[in-house]
């Protein structure tokens, strides 16, 4: 069971948009900065957004993040094949003093 | 270029004892506070323990407190996980990572090492 809960899939046809929604508590998500982390198969995860809605250099404006409140969302449009992955929330949590991780979402291009 | 190359993983029995290493290059290795993130097979990623730059302050998950051990020596830029009384859910990829303390992200990450405990 994990801290922060995502959905367990999304899928979309190509092109098209999807949002992955990841909630929490006032432990952590409320209080804290939400990143995001896409894992392609095979590959360890990579840093897609950081500070609830910054992208690091290299990563495209297709990816977008936002919080609100004790929950945040990523978002990705113009899906495309080389989207299909798992994406991971996280932040820190501040009342067991540890990263806290969402269980995953499967994103799947139709 | 940010390297970090985790070794040390391997086929151990419960009870057993592993150390795992990340060596780091490309960064400023002893101003970084470092991460140890789990994966079990098929599963999703667990946080194991962190350590500070100056080697003074850790965490751990609830799953591997008083059994794991994080530690750094920043001279051979590399950090450790000593991993005791090994069980069956300890199966998992081990990831390191370069950990953004107040802006709680992982920036950098190793390719992992899989440790399989199992009788």
């Known amino acids: 069971q994990s801290v922060l809960t995502q959905p367990p899939s999304v899928s979309a046809a190509p092109g098209q948009k999807v949002t992955i929604s990841c909630s929490g508590s006032s432990s952590n998500i409320g209080n804290k900065y939400v990143s995001w982390y896409q894992q392609l198969p095979g590959t360890a995860p990579k840093l897609l957004i950081y500070?609830?809605?910054k992208r690091p250099s290299g990563i495209p404006d297709r990816f977008s993040g936002s919080k609100s409140g004790t929950s945040a969302t990523l978002g990705i449009t113009g899906l495309q094949a080389g989207d299909e992955a798992d994406y991971y929330c996280?932040?820190?949590?501040?009342?067991?003093?540890?990263?806290?991780f969402g269980g995953g979402t499967k994103v799947t291009v139709l | 270029e940010v390297q970090l190359l985790e070794s040390g993983g391997a086929l151990v029995q419960p009870g057993g004892c592993l150390r795992l290493s990340c060596a780091a290059s490309g960064l400023s290795f002893s101003s970084n506070v470092m991460i140890w993130v789990r994966q079990a097979p098929g599963k999703g990623l667990e946080w194991v323990s962190s350590?500070?730059?100056?080697?003074?302050?850790?965490f751990y998950g609830d799953s591997v407190k008083g059994r794991f051990t994080i530690s750094r020596d920043n001279s051979k830029e590399t950090l450790y996980l000593q991993m005791n009384s090994l069980r069956d859910d300890d199966t998992a990829v081990y990831y390191c990572?370069?950990?953004?303390?107040?802006?709680?992200?992982?920036?950098?990450w190793g390719r992992g090492t899989l440790v399989t405990v199992f009788s």
């Open positions: 996280g932040t820190w949590d501040i009342s067991v003093h540890v990263g806290v």
């Open positions: 990572g370069t950990w953004a303390p107040g802006h709680e992200y992982i920036q950098h």
């Open positions: 350590i500070s730059s100056s080697d003074d302050v850790t």
């Open positions: 500070d609830n809605d």
